[in-house]
């Protein structure tokens, strides 16, 4: 070959080994290094570029999405690492990590994060089902929520003596007598075990232990160190075991007949399904009130399922409580029920002695609808209409809202809302530009401390317009909380131009009550 052909021919060969170098046809391909997975506190820092590699290498892990600004995330961050910990002490498989939302928006994208914090469990490296953790906010809880997840989440019973330790071990235990390990209601029993964490669970197919404890069929039993001392709920033959059922009998049996109210005990009263309560407010501190404990629990057992009996200690951190019904602590000692699906507060007509006698009547007339509901009402301020914003109550509300004469707009408020908070100066600045306009009224009302027949408010703020003429026509506001649009709305007869609908979400979500039971989120 001609040498001036051969130099540029090898230059060209050596460049395409260069350019394709990696393996022949019949050789294996190199896998890419692991990405290194760093870590804070024990817990693993992911991103788009690491995760891949942290769920090969973790069979088992718990991701919590989060923002920077969220102070939810700011909460659950001391129990997230005590968590991560707990775990690492007990040499579990289950990991933690962590990842930035608003820095990794692919991610946040990918797994369909919509708020902070979200968390999700992944499980022998599935990227693509992940389980979203529904377990409680600290560190004990979120540990127990994955050990629940890893191992078995009853303990199998074979003898009386391990059937007498585990029920010896914890004031709840839940044992299911089962004939058959391998029936589906074993499956139904074992999962509902993963999710109750302040129970304890055993199962066991031996049939000494059926004899031990009086059964012959298929029965769950909740064993408890308190009031009865035991429930049984028997399997239906024919139907089998309701997980539904099952998770509502053994919520409502391991609670005491008489709860305490604290915030230990709040999501569960609030979770309980029993929409009736009986609310007896004390000073504990005082002996006399104590007695009176002795016949509100005399008077419980009957109204088991029907009627939740809880004690709200005045003299504890309970002062909202108190709000919500109307009450001031030296009201005590005095009894409230109320229904927490209509909201209905009911008072004993007589002040309410408290013995097992009277709560007994009381509870019947209630449930017998012998007793008018009250509303709760502040007073007519003095000076209700003195400022631009005027301030109406349950006493005052009907005169002013439907006033044939005036165009009326109202803020139905809560004292400790943000979004409340946040509106107040663009509502102020409202009501200083319409103070001239005759038939322009611009209101507020304070929806904790009065309540209006017929005019539930379930969340804050929640703004509505009530136009002049008759007919008592309601029309409520959806759009963005400034001064701009709400003069638009107002110049535009109670609705927005066509180009701004009024029923454009644009505004954040009204804040619902501190008595929801949801887990706190923010929205991104």
């Known amino acids: 070959m001609d040498g001036q052909f051969l130099l540029p021919l090898l230059l060209l060969l050596g460049a395409s080994v260069l350019w394709g170098q990696g393996p022949g046809p019949g050789e294996p391909e190199e896998e890419p290094p692991e990405e290194e997975v760093p870590e804070e506190d024990g817990i693993l820092v992911l991103s788009q570029r690491n995760l891949g590699s942290a769920l090969r290498k973790h069979r088992s892990l718990l991701v919590q999405f989060y923002a920077p600004w969220c102070g939810h995330c700011k909460a659950l961050a001391p129990e997230y690492s005590k968590a991560a910990a707990l775990l690492a002490a007990q040499s579990a498989e289950a990991r933690l990590a962590k990842v930035d939302g608003p820095a990794e928006a692919e991610l946040t994208k990918e797994f369909a994060v919509t708020e902070y914090p979200t968390l999700k469990f992944f499980r022998d490296g599935n990227r693509t089902h992940p389980e979203e953790y529904s377990g409680p906010r600290e560190a004990d809880g979120i540990a127990e929520w994955l050990r629940r997840r890893l191992g078995p989440s009853a303990t199998q019973l074979e003898d009386e003596e391990g059937a007498q330790a585990l029920i010896d071990s914890r004031d709840v235990v839940v044992i299911g007598f089962f004939q058959d390990l391998q029936d589906e209601d074993v499956a139904t029993f074992l999962a509902l075990a993963q999710d109750a964490l302040d129970m304890t669970f055993g199962l066991t197919d031996q049939p000494k232990l059926f004899q031990k404890f009086g059964l012959t069929k298929d029965t769950v039993v909740l064993f408890k160190k308190f009031d009865e001392g035991r429930a049984d709920f028997p399997v239906d033959e024919e139907l089998g075991l309701d997980q539904g059922d099952l998770s509502h009998f053994l919520l409502m049996h391991s609670m005491h007949l008489v709860t305490e109210f604290n915030s230990q005990t709040s999501p569960k009263i609030f979770a309980a399904r029993i929409l009736n309560h009986l609310l007896l407010f004390v000073n504990q501190t005082l002996a006399q009130h104590r007695e009176l404990l002795v016949g509100f629990g005399e008077a419980a057992p009957p109204f088991r399922g029907q009627v939740l009996f809880v004690v709200v200690d005045v003299g504890a951190d309970n002062d909202h409580v108190l709000q919500y019904f109307g009450l001031k602590a030296e009201e005590a000692p005095t009894l409230r029920f109320i229904n927490i699906e209509t909201t209905k507060k009911y008072a ?56 044939e004469t005036k165009n009326v707009f109202i803020k139905f408020y809560a004292p400790w809302c943000t979004h409340c908070k946040d509106m107040a100066a663009a509502w102020e600045a409202l009501a200083e530009k319409y103070k001239d306009h005759e038939d322009i009224i611009i209101a507020e009302l304070d929806a904790t401390a009065n309540e209006l027949e017929g005019f539930p408010v379930h969340g804050f703020p929640t703004l509505k317009y009530f136009p002049a003429g008759p007919g008592r026509k309601v029309i409520e506001y959806k759009s963005t909380r400034d001064l701009e649009t709400f003069s638009k709305f107002l110049d535009n007869g109670g609705k927005l131009p066509a180009e701004e609908p009024a029923g454009e979400p644009t505004a954040p979500d009204p804040e619902t009550p501190a008595n929801s039971t949801t887990e706190p989120k923010e929205e991104l």
């Open 348 to 403: 004993p007509a007589d002040g309410g002695s408290v013995t097992a006698a009277s709560i007994t009547t009381f509870c019947h007339a209630v449930l017998g609808g012998h007793v008018k509901p009250y509303l709760l009402s502040q007073e007519v301020p003095p000076d209700w209409d003195q400022r631009p914003v005027k301030t109406l109550v349950g006493k005052n509300f009907e005169q002013v809202a439907f006033d």
